[in-house]
């Protein structure tokens, strides 16, 4: 899964957003490090939400637009899940692999 894809589920474990409050969260859960731009996020919303992981929770006009807004699926929960899991496995075998002297603790 892309860092982004899993950004965006990691944001709507929490509950519904909307499009903007998707990008922000994301930027303030990474700590900056990821900065999706609208283009991206609908995209992969689109896309998310054709895998099943992700459904539109609600609509409303604001200021003459639609905002949607979005939220997982029991799936999208599972999967995120999932690949949470994955990557502490991954990280916990990088960090039993470092040399300890290089002063990087491990667990």
Do not use: W
Request: overall charge positive.
């Amino acid at each position: 899964m892309q860092e982004a894809t899993f950004m965006i589920l990691t944001a709507l474990a929490s509950g519904s957003q909307h499009g903007y409050g998707i990008i922000t969260d994301v930027a303030g859960i990474s700590q900056g490090r990821v900065r999706l731009r609208a283009g991206t996020l609908y995209t992969a919303l689109d896309r998310l939400r054709g895998d099943g992981l992700v459904e539109v929770d609600c609509e409303e006009i604001v200021d003459s637009r639609l905002r949607r807004y979005y939220r997982l699926t029991p799936s999208g929960r599972e999967r995120l899940a999932k690949e949470a899991a994955r990557l502490q496995a991954n990280a916990l075998a990088a960090m039993k692999r470092l040399d300890p002297t290089s002063g990087v603790l491990t667990t």
